[in-house]
């Protein structure tokens, strides 16, 4: 008795470290990113979670709809807010710059361009070229405010938490300057597009054209990535794993598309389009039109991929990565390393103007108090992405689920019914927890 039961006390502890080093070595033959697989699988906890506190109405293609709609701000200025931690600093002022940036482009397009594009003295609202100007103005003005910060920041030596600190008052006091605490609404029709809503999605048809490309991008990289190890004499990875992997992507697209698609319109306006187009209205039903995929979310994609080739195909991008290693070195090796600062800033500050652009072109209005506590949530989305606040490590693509994650969490206790104060404390607790694991993880590589 006492032989068998010690036999079985070693074999336990054994077979658990089997059994573990076997989960390791497949993830390792699928070269996954263990935290970006770790964010993965919280999110499905939070998301199943949600679901089962809110009777079935969380997983629902309404609310995941609505969802990536209400995460789309704060993933782009996300994207930014990654160069900016790798290169050891902080932009506390994005909130307050996305709605200043707002207000500007909202009296653009409202008070300024109808009479300059008008001509002979008179008004043209809703003209072709007003949203184009009006985004191309908030571009230009939002990189000019990060440069100037960038430049306080890298040449001033200033540190960029008191910058950006200082940036979080001034812009939200400009913001209410602007227009003297005005809203401006009704905006531009084409401009509205970019916040999504009825008219802001591409259909069905072009969903499933968007998700084809996609899947295409993703089987081409695959096999790119795969003949570049061959090139250089890398190690391959394994059949199995390459089909693996590259299914899970291919299978996550088809399912998002199929998601959206399955969001319909509301029967009157869909009713308006079937008439429209010809289409037969069935007599004992609603005409079903689907949503498809909404604009911010391709704004999301495209601003996504600009920003990680830029991080990783760039030679830019490899000084800002060197630069947050260790910036001593990085100057030492000939990187203007205050320009490389400065730029950044300016980038983020672009990215502020994209975010500004849809969240008002959401609200349909540009109201001063818009990007409150919006800093909070982009930091926290990039630290739960997996940006390390000592700097030299981050991905866009963690701070895009990130955002998802945050987003996802404030979204659910809404529809529990938590109140917003004590949403805050979920949030701000959660960014702790994020910034802990990150210091349990780092201490772990060294």
Not at 172 to 194: E, H, K, V, Y
Request: glycine share 14%; charged share 10%.
């Amino acid at each position: 008795m006492s032989v068998a039961s010690s036999s079985g006390d070693q074999g336990t502890p054994a077979a658990v470290a089997a059994g573990r080093r076997g989960v390791q070595h497949v993830l390792g033959r699928l070269e996954v990113d263990t935290r970006l697989l770790g964010m993965i699988i919280a999110l499905i906890v939070i998301w199943v979670g949600f679901d089962l506190l809110t009777g079935g109405r969380f997983i629902t293609p309404r609310n995941l709809f609505n969802l990536s709609v209400q995460t789309a701000s704060v993933a782009v200025m996300a994207c930014g807010m990654v160069m900016v931690i790798v290169t050891r600093n902080i932009d506390l002022s994005v909130g307050s710059l996305l709605g200043v940036l707002a207000m500007v482009m909202g009296v653009v397009q409202v008070d300024i361009l109808p009479s300059l594009l008008g001509g002979d003295g008179g008004a043209a609202y809703d003209h072709p070229a007003t949203w184009v100007l009006t985004l191309l103005a908030g571009i230009v003005l939002g990189a000019i405010i990060g440069l100037g910060q960038g430049a306080v920041i890298a040449f001033g030596r200033v540190p960029s938490f008191i910058v950006t600190l200082g940036g979080l008052l001034v812009w939200r006091g400009c913001a209410w300057w602007t227009t003297q605490g005005r809203t401006i609404a009704p905006l531009d029709s084409n401009f509205s597009l970019m916040g999504g809503g009825v008219d802001g999605t591409i259909g069905a048809t072009w969903s499933w054209v968007f998700g084809a490309i996609a899947i295409a991008a993703v089987l081409a990289l695959a096999v790119r990535a795969r003949a570049q190890r061959r090139r250089f004499g890398f190690p391959l990875k394994p059949i199995w794993a390459e089909i693996v992997s590259t299914g899970l992507l291919v299978a996550a697209v088809v399912g998002f598309v199929m998601t959206m698609n399955a969001y319909p319109l509301p029967s009157r306006i869909a009713e308006e389009i079937a008439t429209e187009r010809g289409m037969a209205i069935p007599e004992d039903g609603e005409v079903f039109i689907a949503h498809g995929i909404a604009v911010p979310v391709l704004i999301v994609v495209g601003v996504a991929l600009v920003m990680t080739l830029l991080a990783s195909r760039t030679k830019f991008g490899r000084y800002v990565f060197a630069i947050g290693g260790n910036p001593e070195a990085a100057e030492l090796a000939g990187i203007n390393t205050r320009r490389v600062v400065m730029v950044v800033f300016m980038i983020m500050g672009m990215l502020c103007a994209i975010a500004g652009a849809i969240a008002a072109a959401r609200l349909q209005s540009a109201a001063n108090d818009l990007g409150t506590l919006d800093e909070l949530r982009v930091i926290a989305a990039a630290v739960i992405g997996g940006t390390s606040l000592a700097g030299g490590v981050g991905t866009v693509a963690g701070a895009v689920l990130g955002a998802v994650v945050m987003q996802s969490l404030q979204s659910g206790m809404a529809l529990v019914g938590v109140n917003s104060s004590l949403q805050s404390i979920v949030i701000g607790l959660v960014l702790v927890l994020a910034v802990f694991i990150d210091g349990l993880y780092q201490r772990s590589r060294r």
